[in-house]
């Protein structure tokens, strides 16, 4: 993680590099993180209950804080950054709260803004990707067998469903 401190490229902050220390070294200021609750909660000096009782404000909290484009996972997840209106997913399912979920998406987003979007685009797309491909692995299972790897097999069909649905 050192490596990172000083580089002013984009960086996609997740797992245990969630740290208010770590964020407060980046000499970045193109920085997506993606929390969970838990980690969202220690970063605020919260309880989890508090970042769960109110996402929102949480959400606009981390924003504030570390001056990021925050995509506080779970439920209803909230992608936000300062000055804009705070993205909320609605697709998925609960089958996702699994290990590795949180590499592939930090990944996805990453590899999108490695095409030219936005931070904040790319964080909206990563998350809107991420569950229409846990969502198409319910087409022939059950979602307590869903994996991390399952999201990357479902990549191209999704990406190209997407494609021909803009076209």
Known sequence: MTKLIGVSIPVVVDSSALTA?????LLSTQI????HP????????????????????????LVDRFEVVSVLKGSG?????????PGINVRGHPGMATAGMGDILAGLIAGLI????????????????HALCAEYYLD??????????????RLPKVIKQLRH???
């Open 114 to 129: 490695g095409q030219g979007l936005s931070l904040f685009d790319a964080a909206k797309a990563g998350v809107f990707i």
């Open 77 to 85: 997840s909230l992608i936000q950054q300062t000055g804009s209106m």
């Open 32 to 35: 997506v993180i993606t929390p």
């Open 21 to 25: 220390a770590f964020l407060d070294s």
């Open 165 to 167: 649905h803009s076209s």
């Open 38 to 61: 838990g980690e969202a909660a220690s970063l605020l000096g919260d309880s989890t209950i508090e970042v769960q009782h109110d996402r929102l404000v949480a959400s606009q909290q």
């Open 140 to 153: 022939d299972n059950d979602e307590i067998s869903l994996i991390a790897t399952d999201i990357i097999d």
